[in-house]
């Protein structure tokens, strides 16, 4: 019933939340570890092209499915095609997608609020980055740790999730993007002044092949849509939410930027400080995690800022995860017809279920080195564990094929006049309406599918593996 549904309290609103989502773990944590892995340059150059050409269009359709509709993705397919049809698909791989991601996402939440209190309890200052590296170590092999923080954020996250679209989404967002954003600057005029500033900026922004190999072409895709938000209904969701009259083709450029600048930001203070203290850029997904409290083991007032570093970083993976759980609550609630609070404590609680396999994959036999072993034939010798192999499955897999379904919908399948009409209202870029609809109906799609062909590794196939 559209009376009913909530709303958000105003357009900034709108942009905060979607931002508030957008922004997260996948810049902070993600976006500087695979640049690291994929050797600097080349990997930053090909994925700001996939976030322009290939993420922004898709992030309009997306707020455009959920505005015209004002339902979820289930829901939203059907009313924009028919009963039955095959296009609710794209809604329920968010659906699945969304399970998936939460329950490892709320994984590295979990260990970015074990760091709060590590960083209080642990005098940083007084250790080598050597030693601070191995902390991390440390923390991924004990299933215990990490299952209760896993389960302590969860908790965390239902409880806002519960509350609503307007009392618990957005009022958070608002107070807790901006301190995040003043923190970063603080470690910005660190790593200009103390870090190795010329190399980090170089490693970041001169495109250099070394390290760069075919699959890093998927990488740099599926990282532009985990970071923008894209490929499982979290933006239609959201764009529900949102008065039909709404501006989105400003919200979804405002949206992009932001992730895009957050991404870049936490790339120009990790990488000069990792130079200068000889660490390696490869370092993989604990790289925020060990590079970080160096700086803060030498900046004055280190003490009090790391916990807040690691404070402020939960609270952005928590404005993400509420995004990602009420894509999943909101489908029980607009197509099952249950409560909000009943929606959410049985997805909430099924995620926190999910999510145990991954909490304990760095300490368990099972989980860990088992899995690995039995991914061997598929990653060609270098097996995944089963928390990084959910991690490629929704990156690589999931989001691109969410992505390319949502692209083919609005392009092909949604009526014209709806289109045109749904794109420009409110807004003062309307023009930009067959720019967009051309990349929507030819690159984005062709782009997709080549990228996922590469990333099942068929380029590899035919002209051999390593680098490019
Ligand atoms: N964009 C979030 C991040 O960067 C993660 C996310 C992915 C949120 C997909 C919602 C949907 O951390």
Request: with cysteine; charged share 10%; aromatic share 12%.
């Amino acid at each position: 019933m559209a009376a009913e549904r909530g709303h958000w309290g105003s357009r900034l609103g709108f942009i905060l939340a979607a931002g508030g989502s957008a922004v997260g773990l996948g810049n902070i944590w993600g976006f500087p570890y695979k640049t690291g892995e994929n050797g600097g340059g080349l990997f930053v150059l090909v994925y700001l092209a996939c976030v322009a050409l290939i993420g922004l269009p898709i992030m309009m359709a997306e707020i455009f499915i959920g505005k015209t509709t004002q339902t979820s993705p289930v829901g939203a397919f059907r009313a924009m095609s028919r009963p039955g049809s095959a296009w609710m698909g794209v809604g329920w791989l968010g659906v699945v997608a969304a399970f998936i991601i939460l329950s490892f996402y709320s994984v590295i939440a979990g260990w970015s609020l074990h760091y709060v209190w590590i960083s209080i309890t642990t005098t940083f200052s007084d250790m080598t980055p050597g030693e601070i590296g191995g902390i991390f170590g440390q923390v991924v092999t004990n299933p215990a740790l990490c299952s209760f923080w896993h389960v302590l954020f969860m908790v965390l996250t239902i409880s806002i999730v519960v509350a609503g679209v307007k009392a618990g989404l957005e009022t958070w967002s608002r107070i807790l993007m901006p301190a995040l954003f003043i923190l970063l600057l603080v470690l910005l005029v660190y790593a200009m002044v103390k870090g190795n500033f010329a190399q980090g900026l170089k490693f970041l922004f001169v495109p250099n092949p070394d390290n760069f190999k075919w699959s890093s072409v998927p990488e740099a895709m599926g990282l532009a849509f985990f970071s923008l938000s894209l490929g499982m209904g979290a933006l239609i969701t959201y764009g529900s939410y949102l008065r039909t009259d709404e501006d989105l083709v400003s919200a979804s450029i405002t949206v992009s930027l932001l992730d895009t600048s957050v991404a870049l930001l936490a790339g120009i203070i990790l990488f000069p400080i990792i130079f200068a203290a000889d660490g390696n850029p490869a370092g993989g997904p604990g790289l925020v995690f060990t590079t970080i409290p160096i700086a803060f083991a030498e900046i004055p007032g280190g003490v009090v800022l790391a916990p807040l570093f690691f404070l402020l970083l939960t609270f952005t993976a928590l404005t993400s995860s509420i995004s990602l759980l009420e894509v999943a609550t909101a489908y029980f609630i607009d197509e099952r017809g249950w409560t909000r609070t009943k929606a959410t404590l049985v997805t909430g609680g099924a995620v926190m279920a999910i999510g145990i396999p991954s909490a304990i994959s760095g300490g368990s036999r099972l989980f860990g080195a088992g899995m690995q072993t039995l991914t061997d034939p598929l990653y060609r010798g270098e097996g995944k564990d089963w928390f990084n192999a959910l991690v490629d499955l929704s990156f690589n897999l999931m989001l691109p094929i969410g992505g390319l379904g949502i692209a083919l919908f609005v392009a092909w399948r949604v009526d014209d006049a709806v289109r045109e009409a749904g794109f420009s209202a409110g807004s003062k870029l309307g023009r930009l309406y067959w720019g967009w609809l051309w990349l929507l109906r030819y690159l984005v799609p062709v782009a997709i599918v080549v990228v996922l062909f590469n990333a099942l590794g068929i380029f590899e196939l035919l002209f051999g593996g390593g680098n490019v």
